[in-house]
């Protein structure tokens, strides 16, 4: 089976440039998750969705970041406009049946750095 | 708020010793708990997890017991191997609400032969 997709793996762009991250769940997953991992924050929710829908966005850092999910296998998330301190690794994660059970399937992540 | 204290790393380990890596919580009610690992430029994979209290969560060696007396969650091996050196991150999802995962920040563990 396929796991959680995500691309580009490493995207390095200048400050200002619109970046756009992409994500592929597990086919038949429900809810899907987007995770920064950074070496000041660590590792943090910034929204996830579940059947399509925003559930909780809480952790978006700011109006630069939106995410989209227009279909149940494909999400995307936007910074417009990049500055450096975006610079992170960005997790997607999927799982099955939602609750507080339920596993996380993490993708590779996208590497951004923004110069 | 829901938070995740483990060791701070990094932990320098010889091949077949014993391996206690401490995790504790803080939580409203009884989360399931989790711990996940990262090998070099890899996503997160589930290691093991624990959905109530007095659960034992066992995978590739690895134990952990979900003690809501003591709201820890240690992470132990009896014997690691090289192909153990990873990052390792404890983690909760709260019981209600979201489904977030709350994470530790990680203890990377390198194991020498």
């Known amino acids: 089976d396929a796991g959680v997709i995500q691309s580009p793996r490493h995207e390095v762009t200048e400050m200002g440039q619109e970046v756009t991250l992409r994500c592929k769940p597990i086919s038949g997953h429900n809810s899907l998750f987007w995770y920064r991992q950074t070496m000041m924050r660590g590792l943090e929710l910034l929204i996830y969705?579940?059947?399509?829908?925003?559930?909780?966005d809480s952790g978006m850092p700011e109006d630069r970041f939106s995410a989209k999910m227009p279909n149940a296998s494909f999400s995307t998330l936007k910074i417009q406009p990049s500055e450096p301190r975006d610079s992170a690794v960005y997790f997607c994660?999927?799982?099955?049946?939602?609750?507080?059970?339920?596993?996380?399937?993490f993708g590779p992540g996208t590497r951004l750095t923004v110069l | 708020g829901d938070s995740v204290t483990q060791m701070e790393g990094p932990v320098t380990l010889s091949e077949e010793a014993f391996l206690t890596i401490n995790c504790t919580y803080t939580?409203?009610?009884?989360?399931?708990l989790f711990w996940y690992v990262q090998y070099p430029g890899e996503g997160l994979q589930l290691l093991l997890k624990?959905?109530?209290?007095?659960d034992k969560g066992s995978n590739k060696g690895f134990e952990a017991t979900y003690r809501k007396e003591t709201t820890s969650f240690h992470l132990e091996k009896g014997s690691v191997q090289v192909s153990d050196s990873a990052v390792y991150f404890c983690?909760?999802?709260?019981?209600?609400?979201?489904?977030?995962?709350?994470f530790g920040k990680g203890t990377k563990l390198t194991v020498n032969p």
């Open positions: 624990a959905t109530k209290a007095d």
């Open positions: 994660a999927s799982n099955l049946a939602g609750g507080y059970t339920d596993t996380q399937y």
């Open positions: 939580a409203t009610g009884y989360p399931s």
């Open positions: 983690a909760l999802i709260p019981r209600g609400g979201s489904e977030k995962l709350v």
């Open positions: 969705f579940n059947n399509n829908v925003p559930i909780d």
